[in-house]
Antibody
Framework: EVQLVQSGVEVKKPGESLKISCKGS????????IGWVRQMPGKGLEWMGI????????KYSPSFQGQVSISADKSVSTAYLQWSSLKASDTAMYYC???????????????WGRGTSVTVS | EIVLTQSPGTLSLSPGERATLSCRAS???????LAWYQQKPGQAPRLLIY???SRATGIPDRFSGSGSGTDFTLTISRLDSEDFAVYYC?????????FGGGTKVEIK
């Protein structure tokens, strides 16, 4: 079974750093893009960026470029989303999701993690 | 960046009725690059439709997608109690993805 398992709830203070994770299993982790999506409380879905674990090629939404860092460690089949200095406005649910297709075609997200809740206060 | 506008914001319908949800793009989108998702409270989104009209694995055939260019539609032929949720369209273009603002389908 294809699964993405995300790390647990985080409660942090403004200015702190944070790295959350998304571990893939049941498929070839290095052959599919992994994306991150933000959902602020009571709001819609926002695409943040994607990474291809095979070679760590990364693409960011203009809205999130410079605000977060996306990385992956293929040796443990895990993608990461990282902040160097959190703000209260980073409070949200963060989902990771797999993009099926190939290295050069990745149009939608077919398998989603259950989300990581981040509260900054 | 392509902007997706979903309408209506909220759709109030009864079980058994037909639901028609609209997703309009600010510029043309390839049909193969348009997807729809369902999200229920407290749950992650679930892929319903990809390539504008292909149902994802396990999705009932009461869900159908259509459209091309800048206008796309998700239709639920007969609403089941489990279909009351928020629906999002999503497109891919120029190495970026964007989501629409969502349509909430609520029980009338």
């Amino acid at each position: 079974e294809v699964q993405l398992v995300q790390s647990g709830v985080e409660v942090k203070k403004p200015g702190e750093s944070l790295k959350i994770s998304c571990k893939g299993s049941g498929y070839s982790f290095t052959s599919y893009w992994i994306g991150w999506v933000r959902q602020m409380p009571g709001k819609g879905l926002e695409w943040m960026g994607i990474i291809y674990p095979g070679d760590s090629d990364t693409k960011y939404s203009p809205s999130f470029q410079g605000q977060v860092s996306i990385s992956a460690d293929k040796s443990v089949s895990t993608a990461y989303l990282q902040w160097s200095s959190l703000k209260a406005s980073d409070t949200a649910m963060y989902y990771c999701a797999r993009l099926p297709g190939s290295r050069y075609s990745y149009y939608y997200m077919d398998v989603w993690g259950r989300g990581t809740s981040v509260t900054v206060s | 960046e392509i902007v997706l506008t979903q309408s209506p914001g909220t759709l109030s319908l009864s079980p058994g009725e037909r639901a028609t949800l609209s997703c309009r793009a600010s510029q043309g989108v390839s049909s193969s690059h348009l997807a729809w998702y369902q999200q229920k409270p407290g749950q992650a989104p679930r892929l319903l439709i990809y390539g504008a009209s292909s149902r994802a694995t396990g999705i009932p055939d009461r869900f159908s997608g259509s459209g091309s260019g800048t206008d796309f539609t998700l239709t639920i032929s007969r609403l089941d109690s489990e279909d009351f949720a928020v629906y999002y369209c999503q497109q891919f273009g120029s190495s970026h993805l964007t989501f629409g603002g969502g349509t909430k389908v609520e029980i009338k």
